[in-house]
């Protein structure tokens, strides 16, 4: 092994490259149980897809555009299929390439899961597939350039911890555009579409935090002030998050709610991802209070308008990545991260430097996201039938239903089995 | 006085509450049932093994109603679950005997026609 490596900042990036896998299956429990029982394979399986394509896309090229070079706008194809991606650290890293590559591998899979939230119970899957695949590399790796790989706004001087702009802006402001290029269902705003299992909610937001955890703690690439730093204030954002949330649903309903606080913990978790190494504990139990306000807002606004972004990826991610970046940019303290002050301690630049990723994020991710999808749209249908839509997705995409009564099923032998596929291939 | 039954499809179940509720027709119960009425079957695969699934998810809504109420909760009820493909259900009309409504001990027509519409 090279010299460079540290052993004990490589042994707790693997630990967090594992973690952060781990937040993909939480988030598909997390939105199995937002969606009706009829959908609930089919969305877990949006996010279980988000994982092969993310994964692959990311080796064979998303990675090399997002970290190969210094470029502006996109990086170079030197580690197209991680050609040059091996045991020797990357620049002044001290833990294997290979290692970082996969690492980041998890921010592209999570990313693209986040983005299904805006389509679940109507997209097709084959469309989704595709889809998921070109957003993978045209607009996560380009903005993860943008961010983490030496692009524009890193040079320019915005900061981003942990994906504040590629992850969370990134998947919110396109799952707006998802969600109009796509259309409500068939039954939104008609019917009262209910969550089918609120304890698969809470369980999943848990998965999530815990898995934030390598998130952002492993954000700081090894065991380093900034990493125990974000690791603890990882910690505190989404429980003083969740004390907010209770409170606003006591004023709002006088009672506080379960499928409530699940949200709020992704928030808290969203609020500190892009500032978890830059801020103080002090500051980022603040965003925690404060920074729950505006998505609160936007999660009870949304559903009274005739967009149907299901999940409220864009409240939940969109809207709290959009205000951590704006709050790093304020609160910034050079005596907790040795990198820069916020406009709160003297430095009004720093401000301008995050205003500026929180105005252009949100502009590329949603145009490119529109314009990918129409084009998409224009090649093979993007919804399924109004029929199938009735039927859901778990049986119409997968052949299997979530919670079947196995009465009336009569067991097909492999002799029958041939004839009854040429019969009915659906 | 008649007891209406209709088989329906789940996913209709709503618009038929909703054509009952235009037909002024109240006092309704619901149930959750699984049968079969000549629809395609369904096949299912669960790693190696497969399956036809022979029953179907169904609503069965009951609605006892006097007389001049039958024909449109029988109408409502056609309305609200018709898609037009095999398995949309059926409709019964049963009569019956007698009907009791517990909070005031009131019976017959008095306890199955809509309380304020006549």
Not at chain 1, 255 to 261: L, Q, S
Not at chain 1, 376 to 398: I, N, T
Not at chain 2, 46 to 56: A, D, I, N, P, S
């Amino acid at each position: 092994m090279s010299p460079a490596i540290d052993t004990g900042d490589t042994a707790w990036m693997l630990a967090s490259t594992a973690l952060v896998l781990l937040m993909t299956i939480g988030l598909g429990i997390f939105y199995a149980g937002l969606i009706r029982a009829k959908s609930t394979l089919n969305t877990f399986m949006m996010c279980v897809s988000a994982m092969a394509i993310g994964g692959i896309s990311w080796a064979l090229l998303g990675y090399s555009l997002a970290f190969d070079g210094e470029g502006a706008i996109l990086g170079g194809l030197g580690h197209v299929a991680l050609s040059g991606v091996g045991f020797e650290p990357r620049g002044e890293g001290t833990i294997p390439h290979l290692v970082f590559m996969a690492f980041q591998g998890t921010f592209c899979m999570i990313t693209v899961a986040l983005v299904s939230g805006a389509v679940v119970e109507r997209m097709r899957f084959g469309a989704w597939m595709v889809f998921a695949t070109l957003w993978s590399l045209l607009v996560y790796a380009v903005l993860a350039h943008w961010a983490f790989g030496g692009g524009w706004l890193a040079a320019q001087g915005t900061l981003d911890f942990a994906g504040g702009i590629p992850v969370e802006m990134g998947s919110g402001f396109a799952a707006l555009a998802a969600a109009l290029v796509v259309g409500a269902r068939k039954d939104y705003g008609r019917q009262a579409l209910l969550p089918h299992n609120a304890v698969y909610v809470l369980l999943g937001a848990g998965i999530l935090w815990f898995g934030w955890f390598g998130f952002n703690g492993g954000s700081g690439l090894g065991v380093n002030d900034a990493g125990v730093l974000a690791f603890v204030n990882t910690l505190l954002t989404p429980a003083a998050a969740l004390l907010t949330w209770f409170v606003l649903d006591l004023i709002r309903g006088r009672k506080v709610t379960a499928i409530g606080a699940a949200t709020a913990i992704i928030v808290g978790c969203v609020l500190i991802t892009p500032a978890g190494g830059f801020i103080s504990p002090g500051w980022a139990i603040a965003l925690g209070f404060l920074g729950a306000l505006p998505c609160y807002a936007m999660i009870v606004w949304r559903p009274r308008t005739r967009v149907d972004e299901t999940l409220d990826v864009l409240a939940a991610h969109g809207v709290a990545g959009f205000t951590g970046i704006l709050v790093l940019g304020l609160v910034a303290q050079a005596g907790w991260n040795g990198v820069a002050d916020g406009l709160f301690y003297g430095d009004a630049g720093q401000f301008w430097s995050q205003a500026l990723a929180a105005a252009v994020t949100p502009a590329y991710a949603f145009i490119a996201t529109f314009i990918l999808l129409k084009l998409v749209g224009a090649v093979m249908p993007l919804r399924a039938s109004e029929h199938d839509e009735a039927v859901g997705m778990d049986v119409v995409y997968h052949g299997e239903e979530a919670y079947p009564s196995g009465e009336g099923a009569i067991l097909v032998t492999p002799e029958s089995e041939r004839e009854l596929l040429v019969a009915d291939p659906g | 006085m008649k007891l209406v039954i209709g088989i329906v499809r789940p996913e209709k179940a709503n618009d038929v509450l909703e054509a009952l509720y235009r037909a002024e027709v109240r006092g309704v119960s619901l149930s959750r049932i699984e049968g079969h009425g000549g629809e395609l079957e369904r096949v299912e695969t669960y790693r190696g093994t497969t399956v036809k699934m022979g029953l179907e998810d169904k609503v069965r809504f009951e609605v006892a109603v006097s007389d001049e109420f039958t024909q449109p909760a029988v109408e409502a009820l056609c309305e609200g679950a018709r898609t037009g493909e095999v398995g949309d259900g059926k409709i019964f009309v049963v009569p019956l005997e007698q009907a009791v409504r517990i909070r005031t001990g009131e019976s017959a027509e008095a306890a199955v026609t809509p309380v304020e519409s006549r």
